[in-house]
């Protein structure tokens, strides 16, 4: 199979069926995507690693291709476990783990609950406010809470759009990038046949169960010190340049974990540009540091 080339099913596990694919051969790197749960959204970078590894990337429960059965109580947990599930479908035990956003609180939860599965975790971005100390954490987290709030009454559109012009991202930006992985997934059609959940139920989805326990949540830093899993926590020069608060968050976790923190090229969504090649090269240099 060439790097061009993938495989793809699904993965029945709690209640939902996962839709996974699979590039490339060699030691295996699993993508947990961010909001939104789209596995394509790796699709550049997963093109340049699967030339020498094997890449393994999925829709997140409740989101793209994956079913939405069990999506009312989010849980963390389950998503980590979600990922074991992709990964044993897979055929594979444990891998390189990169999760970006809400996929880098998954990628974070699952290093730490369930370390065995997890040979390293290159942690990109986690929106985690509650690591900030006061009084910006509480700042934050009324924004989140506000968010939500707005979605309940006028609508998760609204909802996201504050999100996304509030949170210290580069919106526009962001969104355009954004836009780049519905021509991933044209190019990229599978031979599985599958359904897909409409934008606006993960729209739902991001803004009534997801965003309130991902910003909320609350590492395990003795569980994460203790780990058998290497950890990398990384963000990228825009928010470094800027000290934005998902920046000055990540150098808190890397501190108390006593890991190492890296800065990578680019936006919170730079691994979604067409031209990926240098935050894949960043992303490379981790895992080869990680004897991957």
Known sequence: MSAVDFIDGKVATEGDDLYFKVRGKGKPILFIAPAGGNGD???PVARILAEKRKVITYDRR?????TKNSPNDFSIRQQSRDAIAVLKAA?????????NSSGAVIALDLAAAFPEAVHAAIIHEAPISSVLGEPESAKWSAFFKS?????KQKGATSGALKFYFGVELPAIRLMIDTLNVLGYMKKDKGACVVEQIPSKEATDILIFNE??????FQP?????KASSAMIFIACGQYGLKRN??????????????SCEFAAFPGHHGE???KNAAPWAEALIALIEKAGW
């Open 211 to 216: 965003l309130l326990p991902i910003t909320s």
């Open 62 to 66: 409740a989101n793209t291709r994956s």
């Open 41 to 43: 959204g790796y699709y």
């Open 271 to 273: 691994y979604m540009k």
């Open 244 to 257: 934005a608060w998902y920046a000055r968050a990540g150098k808190i976790m890397a501190e108390k974990i």
């Open 91 to 99: 055929g594979e035990s444990s891998a390189i783990v990169v999760g």
């Open 147 to 151: 968010v939500y709030e707005l979605g």
């Open 220 to 224: 395990d830093f003795d569980a994460l």
